[in-house]
């Protein structure tokens, strides 16, 4: 059986490396990209449940909205296409923009993408605090997604090339620790400022400044990853920033497959159209698949909408963007988890155990909302008990996203691609992602409207038909080198027919 068979981790190479505090702290410094990326994300949800935002921009749906209480219908309580475009129009931005981050990143260096994200986002920011109209807004919001889009294509390659092979998991997941990071501070800052009449939103929109300046100033004490310089042949370089980050003076055997990789990749002029060749099957079907798997874990819903969520169940304002924070803290400490375990228990048994746990609770919640609301989204009057199940049931969600699609849903790709397609292949993983967490952003008011509790039946399973995915097509990666990567798919008793000419897989058979 398929599933049944795990390809050895170590039938890569092992080069020397120690985790030293060097690689440590590029890989904070780095990591820190992923703060605007999380700002963004949680900023919007609770922005868009301030009534003074609203009766600026969307009188429309401040007036539905302040009937709330009188309408029958809660599920359709927040369906306005405008309202929603505010949200999603960033991820629409950020999907072109990585794909002119993949050209930047490949010729000019990892760092160069990393601070053009950081300067489009910071004028973004500006705008967005200081919005007088819809169209400042919106304008501001697309300068956010380029920016989004640049550091997200940027970032995950940076980390898990300067990582050492063995502690790559942990070190990438850093970059999703600081989106949860961001999404925290989001909702935090959303808590207090919804308390400020009249301009609070601006200040929970301008402060993404902070965010990006973090990341514009910290690359300048980046050093530029090995691979890239010796893609960019300024190998004297590459080799003295590998010693330095491996912390150790014998580099040669890793330098010298690096060189290899590199000078394969330089066969290969144009990464776009190779993609595509038959060789790289396994490669774009993870470049697509992980990411639109991740959006339709349906976490995002809870990132945007979670105060909206909690407000349709019944909780006032403030009690909502509470319960947005308690979901935020515990997105944060699981990926502290999977930072821990992922170079120890591997990716395969963290995707496997989240997304058991996700189903799980995307059922019982379906069941909970739907007893209540029935289908014409009328509860009564709702007891507290049952609030606080239907948010101890999502805690239970986040945590179990957090610790596998989350973090994963970045890492997995970085490392699996090989130089020669590895720009466009995470510009790729960057779109896909945010194409679907454009629709998800987009339509999920107006699917909650009308699918009513089912819409939680049809995440449900997409979870599982992606924990079957995984089961089926993901091979192990870790502690795999990442310029030795071919080595996991020759052995996978699915994708190694790709590789039919090659020589015969090393398998280990699971008790
Ligand atoms: C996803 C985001 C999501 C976040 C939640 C990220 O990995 O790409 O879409 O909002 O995780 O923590």
Known sequence: MAGGVIVSATAGKDYPGNLTLHVFITCVIAATGGLIFGYDLGISGGVISMDDFLKKFFPAVYRKQSLVHQSVNQYCAFDSQILTLFTS?????????????????????????????????????????????????????????????????????????????????????????????????????????????????????????????????????????????????????????????????????????????????????????????????????????????????????????????????????????????????????ATVVSIFTVDKVGRRALYLEGSLQMFICQLVVALAIGLKFGVNGNPGDLPTWYAVIVVILICIFVAGYAWSWGPLGWLVPSEIFPLEIRSAAQSITVSVNMIFTFIIAQVFTAMLCHMKFGLFLFFAFFIMVMGLFIYYLLPETKGVPIEEMITVWKNHPYWRKYYDDLPSPKQVELA
């Open 89 to 333: 129009s960033l991820y629409l931005a950020a999907l072109v923009s990585s794909i002119f981050a993949s050209y930047i990143t490949r010729k000019l260096g990892r760092r160069a993408s990393m601070v053009a994200g950081g300067v489009l986002f910071a004028v973004g920011a500006i705008l967005n605090g200081f919005a007088q109209n819809l169209a400042m807004l919106i304008i501001g919001r697309l300068l956010l997604g380029f920016g989004v889009g640049s550091a997200n294509q940027s970032v995950p390659i940076y980390l898990s090339e300067v990582a050492p092979h063995r502690y790559r998991g942990g070190l990438n997941m850093m970059f999703q620790l600081s989106i949860t990071i961001g999404i925290l501070v989001a909702d935090l800052l959303n808590y207090f400022f919804a308390k400020i009449d009249g301009w609070g939103w601006r200040l929970s929109l301008g402060i993404a400044l902070v965010p990006a300046l973090i990341i514009i100033i910290g690359s300048f004490f980046l050093p530029e990853t090995p691979n890239s310089l010796i893609e960019r042949d300024h190998h004297e370089k590459a080799k003295e920033k590998l010693i330095e980050l491996r912390g150790v003076p014998n580099v040669d055997e890793e330098f010298n497959d690096l060189i290899t990789a590199s000078e394969a990749a330089k066969l290969v002029k144009n990464s776009w159209r190779n993609i595509i060749k038959r060789q790289y099957r396994p490669h774009l079907v993870m470049a697509i698949c992980i990411p639109m798997f991740q959006q339709l874990t349906g976490m995002n819903v809870i990132v945007f909408y979670a105060p909206v969520l909690f407000r349709t169940i019944g909780f006032k304002n403030q009690a909502s963007l509470m319960s947005a924070l308690i979901t935020g803290i515990i997105n944060s400490l």
